[in-house]
């Protein structure tokens, strides 16, 4: 009898619930890995790890500054970093296993690397001999942990549409003996070297990781495909094609299609069947050859391709017996991870093609826009509450994952950065897009239905086969044709028969003996039956007892379950919430810190500023006080220069007059003389007026005094206008000396004190003081310095000073005068008088003025004129 294959399909995921559901979801996590700088390239780096969860970028020498002319230095956070250090088990341990466990346990996984071209993208994921990526020491982590469970090959067989067929053991062993006909045709020989490199030689013995919770009550079959994304064509790398060597065909592209469950695959894409890890390397790197093959042929660059490893594990449960799989399609269960190695995200400048490789570079950027586009769509979606179309369809890439973020299963994305500054621009809008696709959200996946066959099973029948095999080693093994050691068991039970051979007719002893043995067996085998009945009966009553006692702690066990369960989502949620507060606190203690530094130096600046404002504050009031000071001695300057030049004006008036007048009676007398001598009258000739002479021997002046002559200042004594009816308090210092003036400071009752004391202030009510100091001229100044004494609150003295008189002393300087004869007749004097006149000393050599002093009050000055003589 032939019994026909079922078909188990991927189970239908539940439709997606509204805004607003109670259905949990996690962050995209992403990571973020620095690849060292190699140290033969002595570059500039522009990339710093600051914590295990943030890196900063520093802007590279010469790049254009911003407008205020400094570099903005930029942080951005993940879920980690990991730095140059970091080994390849410590990634795979933090990134790639949790999506593995998963994997195990029914759950889809999604794990793609980001970055440009060069930055460990493939090392990352592929690793290198003796350090392993992400994608060896995923097989090895599913083989460690599903490899005793596995079924048999061809158990499991896909249907072309994204399921599996669940086979008989007859049909899976004709496939079985298929396959090794195939392998047992002997090949072409071949003196090629295998240069691959084994699984042995990636990772160690000691690195090896294995799944918790596996179900042991389970069938698994492991199965991968390998694909490449190529100008947005889809190529199978597994696919068997004939190799023309003379005319190469091209590979043909593949098509996306959706499933029953609106599940994206590949149509037509091989899926190889893997038993082991080695085996599964060995088939990925079949794929990298007919990869580099196809670059070839078709002259293209690998780094500007996506690479899509994915990794199918079917599962299904055992039957009761624990012994094959269970022949049900709703117990089936399909889940994959997709190791993507996207293509470099650098500028199309940067590759530097020209023709027909600008145009794939130009399709490859934009199928990496489009991914970007649709993080970004996800993102204003959940975030603003939109319900804006997601782009998927633009791109093969983002159409092939786009269930994984409506909620099919985890996404993860490693960052790879390159510190080098010649990347420092790509790598910002590398980080860019990884800072926006951290904040997108995809909906937890639902656990798959749990069979409702007792557990165990697996484990039952390999020690019931173990005790059988014991059994029948312990009678020297069984015998050609025997029956089950149970049916022997019974039979050596019941009494032996009897000798049956009949030698003769009258022989009557063989057949009774022969009757009553067998009516002996009847007997017993009737009391067995018995026996057996009420055995079974009673069997029967304690299952069923059992049985009620086994669903009432199955319901309690549900309650319970389902209690866990509920408290398991909120320490989850809780989890997740101190995730997210503790990242959050992570990103306010960075930007503290960083606005920490930016107020110390903010501050530093204020007080550099505040220190140079104060300097040229006080720099700006020492210039005021010279101003003030330079306006003060200018209008003092302007005042005497005006006085000076107003008294040269008077004198040299007066001076102008008076020559005037001796010319007007030179004339005069000239006019007389030749009247006299037209009218022969003999009058008395006039005298002249005698010369004035001067009070210096020395001195004398030829010209005559003029008629109106005024009368001689009196240099007598004035007194100071000070003086009042008030009593006043003297103070001359000790230290003055005594000058003979003719003015002199006469104040009535006053006091003369040498000292002020509160004793004599107490007594008047004016205060003046003498102060006498050098003057530019070399000669002595004296100061009176007046004052107003009034009391103070206190019961004591106080003086408010309110002007200032100068008395000024100066030296004339006294020119030598030779003495001119008065021999010669008159005609010789006339000519002489008329030059000679100008030189009489027309006023005394000392003149008082009182002028407007300083701003403190009027004053007294004494000006002594040098006496000139007109050449």
């Not at 982590?141 to 549409?161: C, E, L, T, W």
């Not at 092939?400 to 996404?411: A, H, S």
């Not at 010669?824 to 050599?845: I, K, L, Y």
Request: aromatic share 6%; proline share 6%.
């Amino acid at each position: 009898m032939m019994i026909r294959p079922v078909r188990g399909k991927t189970p239908r995921r539940p439709a997606p619930k509204k805004a607003g559901s109670s259905s949990q979801k996690d962050p995209v996590g992403v990571y973020c890995r620095v690849r060292p700088l190699n140290s033969d390239e002595g570059v500039e780096c522009c990339i710093e790890v600051i914590s295990s969860s943030a890196i900063q970028l520093h802007a590279p020498d010469g790049l254009k500054a911003n407008r205020n002319g400094e570099f903005k230095e930029t942080q951005y956070s993940f879920k980690k970093v990991f730095g140059v250090t970091t080994s390849q088990k410590e990634l795979f341990e933090d990134v790639a296993k949790p999506l593995v466990d998963d994997l195990i346990h029914g759950k889809n996984g999604l794990l793609f690397t980001y970055g440009v071209t060069g930055s460990g993208k493939t090392f990352t994921m592929t690793g290198s001999a003796g350090q392993g990526g992400l994608l060896p020491r995923a097989l090895d982590m599913i083989f460690n942990s599903v490899g005793p469970y596995q079924a048999k090959r061809f158990v499991f067989k896909p249907d072309d549409k994204n399921g599996m067929e669940v086979q008989n053991q007859v049909d899976a062993l004709l496939e079985r003996q298929k396959r090794d006909l195939h392998l047992a045709v002997p090949k072409t020989p071949t003196t090629r070297i295998r240069m691959d490199p084994e699984f042995g030689d990636m990772i160690r013995p000691d690195e090896a990781c294995k799944g918790e919770g596996v179900d042991e009550d389970s069938s698994f079959s492991v199965f991968v495909s390998y694909i490449e994304i190529y100008n947005n064509y889809i190529y199978d790398l597994l696919e068997e094609v004939p190799f023309d060597p003379i005319k190469p065909k091209p590979p043909q592209s593949k098509i996306l299609r959706e499933d029953q469950n609106h599940n994206m695959y590949v149509a037509g894409c091989t899926e190889v069947e893997v038993k082991s890890t080695d085996e599964a390397f060995d088939i990925f790197w079949k794929g990298q050859k007919r990869r580099r093959i196809a670059n070839t042929q078709l002259n293209r660059e690998s780094s500007r391709s996506h690479s899509v490893f994915i990794i199918k594990v079917a599962q299904a449960p055992l039957d009761a017996d624990g012994d094959n799989v269970l022949q049900d399609k709703n117990q089936v269960s399909v889940a994959q991870l997709c190791l993507v190695d996207l293509a470099g995200s650098e500028r199309t400048s940067r590759t530097r093609a020209e023709g027909s490789r600008l145009r794939e570079a130009g399709n490859i950027n934009q199928s990496l826009m489009t991914l970007r586009t649709c993080i970004e769509v996800l993102r204003e979606n959940q975030m603003c509450g939109t319900n804006k179309m997601v782009p998927y369809r633009d791109s093969k890439v983002t159409h092939l994952f786009k269930n994984y973020f409506d909620g099919e299963g985890k996404v993860r994305m490693v960052v790879c950065v390159n510190p080098n500054a010649d990347d420092y621009e790509e790598t910002m809008l590398v980080m860019r897009f990884a800072e926006m696709t951290q904040e997108v959200e995809v909906a937890r996946p639902v656990d798959r239905p749990i069979c409702g066959f007792a557990a165990g099973r697996r484990q039952r029948n390999q020690a019931f086969k173990e005790e059988l095999s014991r059994r029948l080693e312990e009678r020297g093994g069984p015998l050609e044709g025997d029956p089950p050691a149970t049916l022997n068991q019974l039979l050596l039970s019941l009494p032996p028969l009897p000798p049956c051979e009949i030698l003769d007719a009258s022989d009557d002893h063989t057949l009774p003996r022969l009757m009553e043995v067998l009516e002996a067996r009847r007997r017993i085998r009737q009391a067995l039956s018995e026996e057996h009945k009420k055995t079974a009966n009673k069997l029967r009553s304690m299952l069923q007892d059992l049985d009620g006692n086994l669903n009432g702690k199955e319901n309690f066990i549900h309650q319970q379950r389902g209690r866990l369960e509920e408290r398991d989502r909120t320490i989850e949620s809780q989890k997740t919430e101190i995730d997210r507060l503790e990242k959050k606190n992570k990103l306010l203690e960075s930007k503290i810190d960083v606005l920490q530094k930016t107020t110390n130096i903010y501050q530093e600046d204020k007080r550099s500023l505040q220190h140079e404002l104060d300097s040229r504050a006080q720099q700006l009031q020492r210039e005021l006080s010279d101003k003030r000071r330079m306006e003060a001695r200018m209008q003092g300057m302007v005042t005497d220069t005006k006085l000076k030049w107003e008294k040269e004006c008077e004198r040299r008036v007066n001076a102008k007059q008076l020559e005037m007048q001796n010319k007007l009676w030179v004339k005069d007398e000239k006019l007389k003389q030749l009247k006299a001598i037209v009218t022969e009258t003999k009058t008395e000739k006039p005298q002249r007026p005698s010369r004035e002479k001067d009070r210096l021997p020395a001195k004398r002046s030829a010209s005559p005094s003029p008629v109106p002559t005024a009368a001689p200042v009196r240099p007598t004594h004035r007194r100071s206008h000070s003086a009042g009816g008030d009593r006043w308090v003297d103070h001359k210092p000790a230290s003055n000396v005594d000058l003979d003036t003719v003015m002199q400071p006469n104040l009535p009752n006053a006091i003369k004190v040498t000292t002020p004391s509160e004793k004599a202030l107490s007594k008047c009510d004016k205060y003046v003081l003498t102060h006498q100091e050098v003057a530019s001229d070399g000669e002595i100044q004296t100061k009176l310095i007046k004052g107003e004494v009034f009391k103070t609150r206190g019961g004591g003295q106080a003086v408010q000073f309110t002007d200032i008189e100068t008395l000024r002393q100066e030296a004339p300087a006294v020119p030598s005068r030779k003495r001119r004869s008065s021999e010669g007749n008159c005609a010789q004097q006339d000519e002489r008088m008329d030059g000679d006149w100008t030189d009489t000393e027309t006023r005394c050599s000392y003149a008082v003025e009182r002028r407007a002093g300083s701003n403190l009050g009027p004053g007294y000055q004494h000006h002594g004129y040098q006496k000139r003589r007109k050449p």
